[in-house]
């Protein structure tokens, strides 16, 4: 497959003398983060082979012209000991297994694709592609032997953080109400030496570092670390929303500098700072909570149920969501930046991403409409869809087998 992806792009320069429906073909469309609940393919609601309430599902995925997508193994931050690590690793397990099944129960829709020849390939052939990225790398149970595991199962990106610090490094959300120092203040330490064996394994497997959700300190240290190119799965520009979320200008050219990319997020919070609509749905999910009967509020148990969708229409109307409009200025802001060769796309589906005219995956094409509209020609709207994923993926790759 490399040696196709190869011969390829060095048929590029030879592109007028192709057939005008291969010069026609629409860009190959890579989303780098959707989220799946613990309960994947296991409940019916949740079987990604028909409709569900899901944002990303295998009809909504061909009915957007969505052709590939890394899924996501995310774990939430616990206690740094035994228990919690033994915790983080069996819920990593549920969705290894989760994606698995549904790869094995619909062959004929999507397939495995572990490289970007066989994304390629498997466009080619008219099936979804499914990645695995893995978001919160607290999953790998503080045993580097896991990382290597990992890659066996298929995942191809290692986000090392979440919300609240681990033992790989400091995150842009640390948790201040149990005393973990803010972020950019004097005890934000960034990578820890296990995080630095992360990243030089990483870079020996030819496994992408992802950088988002780290602490600016920590995307420093990783830069300064890796071997290899780096990418943001799902960041945004801080200079268009001071989100502590989205990278500072300096860190954008940063990962531009060594080669990466930086995946810009459809995530309302990073594009809209509307307090009046966090309120609401904070008060909306402790509601729903307390109906069924639970102290706490879990997304994946209440975001699902009839209450939720009649709340967050009523939020809509009062609070509506930033637009594709919105998202493509985020866009614009990272080219400008960073350059049009390091920036690509992410929504955050059904991890809290969904915004207005890209609500799930069957709304894709709006995406590319609205780049359209922006000014962005069809060769950088190709670079962004996953051009400039692919060309970064191939990049680590190489620099493994070096």
């Given at each position: 497959?490399?040696?196709?992806?190869?011969?390829?792009?060095?048929?590029?320069?030879?592109?007028?003398?192709?057939?005008?429906?291969?010069?026609?073909?629409?860009?190959?469309?890579?989303?780098?983060?959707?989220?799946?609940?613990?309960?994947?393919?296991?409940?019916?609601?949740?079987?990604?082979?028909?409709?569900?309430?899901?944002?990303?599902?295998?009809?909504?995925?061909?009915?957007?012209?969505?052709?590939?997508?890394?899924?996501?193994?995310?774990?939430?931050?616990?206690?740094?000991?035994?228990?919690?690590?033994?915790?983080?690793?069996?819920?990593?397990?549920?969705?290894?297994?989760?994606?698995?099944?549904?790869?094995?129960?619909?062959?004929?829709?999507?397939?495995?694709?572990?490289?970007?020849?066989?994304?390629?390939?498997?466009?080619k052939a008219g099936l979804l592609?499914?990645?695995?990225?893995?978001?919160?790398?607290?999953?790998?149970?503080?045993?580097?032997?896991?990382?290597?595991?990992?890659?066996?199962?298929?995942?191809?990106?290692?986000?090392?953080?979440?919300?609240?610090?681990?033992?790989?490094?400091?995150?842009?959300?640390?948790?201040?109400?149990?005393?973990?120092?803010?972020?950019?203040?004097?005890?934000?330490?960034?990578?820890?030496?296990?995080?630095?064996?992360?990243?030089?394994?990483?870079?020996?497997?030819?496994?992408?570092?992802?950088?988002?959700?780290?602490?600016?300190?920590?995307?420093?240290?990783?830069?300064?670390?890796?071997?290899?190119?780096?990418?943001?799965?799902?960041?945004?520009?801080?200079?268009?929303?001071?989100?502590?979320?989205?990278?500072?200008?300096?860190?954008?050219?940063?990962?531009?500098?060594?080669?990466?990319?930086?995946?810009?997020?459809?995530?309302?919070?990073?594009?809209?700072?509307?307090?009046?609509?966090?309120?609401?749905?904070?008060?909306?999910?402790?509601?729903?909570?307390?109906?069924?009967?639970?102290?706490?509020?879990?997304?994946?148990?209440?975001?699902?149920?009839?209450?939720?969708?009649?709340?967050?229409?009523?939020?809509?109307?009062?609070?509506?969501?930033?637009?594709?409009?919105?998202?493509?200025?985020?866009i614009r802001h990272i080219a400008?930046?960073?350059?049009?060769?390091?920036?690509?796309?992410?929504?955050?589906?059904?991890?809290?991403?969904?915004?207005?005219?890209?609500?799930?995956?069957?709304?894709?094409?709006?995406?590319?409409?609205?780049?359209?509209r922006a000014g962005f020609s069809?060769?950088?709207?190709?670079?962004?869809?996953?051009?400039?994923?692919?060309?970064?993926?191939?990049?680590?790759?190489?620099?493994?087998?070096?």
């Amino acid at each position: 497959m490399r040696n196709l992806a190869r011969l390829a792009l060095l048929a590029l320069p030879f592109a007028a003398a192709l057939p005008a429906q291969a010069q026609q073909d629409p860009p190959i469309t890579i989303d780098t983060h959707v989220d799946i609940p613990f309960t994947y393919m296991r409940e019916p609601r949740f079987d990604v082979g028909h409709d569900t309430p899901l944002l990303v599902d295998l009809g909504k995925m061909q009915r957007g012209g969505l052709d590939a997508a890394f899924f996501v193994i995310w774990v939430p931050q616990h206690k740094l000991d035994a228990a919690g690590y033994a915790k983080a690793v069996d819920q990593a397990e549920q969705k290894y297994e989760a994606i698995g099944r549904m790869l094995m129960l619909y062959p004929d829709r999507i397939r495995a694709a572990t490289s970007p020849g066989q994304v390629l390939a498997n466009r080619k052939a008219g099936l979804l592609s499914a990645m695995i990225g893995i978001e919160n790398a607290y999953s790998l149970g503080h045993d580097l032997h896991r990382l290597d595991a990992a890659y066996d199962r298929g995942a191809r990106y290692v986000g090392l953080v979440h919300v609240g610090n681990n033992d790989l490094c400091t995150s842009s959300q640390p948790d201040t109400k149990h005393g973990e120092p803010a972020m950019n203040s004097a005890g934000d330490h960034g990578i820890t030496d296990f995080g630095r064996q992360v990243v030089a394994r990483a870079n020996r497997l030819g496994m992408m570092v992802d950088v988002s959700h780290a602490s600016d300190a920590c995307v420093r240290d990783v830069l300064a670390a890796s071997r290899a190119p780096i990418i943001a799965s799902h960041s945004g520009a801080r200079a268009v929303l001071d989100n502590p979320r989205n990278l500072p200008d300096d860190l954008l050219r940063a990962i531009a500098a060594k080669g990466g990319v930086i995946q810009a997020v459809a995530y309302k919070e990073f594009l809209k700072k509307d307090p009046g609509r966090e309120a609401a749905e904070e008060k909306l999910q402790a509601e729903v909570a307390h109906q069924a009967g639970d102290r706490e509020y879990d997304s994946d148990k209440h975001d699902y149920l009839p209450a939720m969708a009649a709340g967050m229409a009523k939020i809509q109307e009062k609070f509506p969501l930033p637009t594709v409009e919105d998202y493509v200025r985020q866009i614009r802001h990272i080219a400008d930046v960073a350059g049009v060769d390091h920036v690509g796309i992410a929504s955050d589906f059904d991890g809290g991403g969904g915004i207005t005219g890209w609500k799930d995956a069957s709304e894709t094409r709006n995406v590319t409409a609205a780049l359209r509209r922006a000014g962005f020609s069809d060769a950088d709207i190709a670079k962004i869809w996953g051009g400039n994923l692919l060309r970064v993926w191939r990049e680590v790759e190489r620099d493994a087998q070096r």
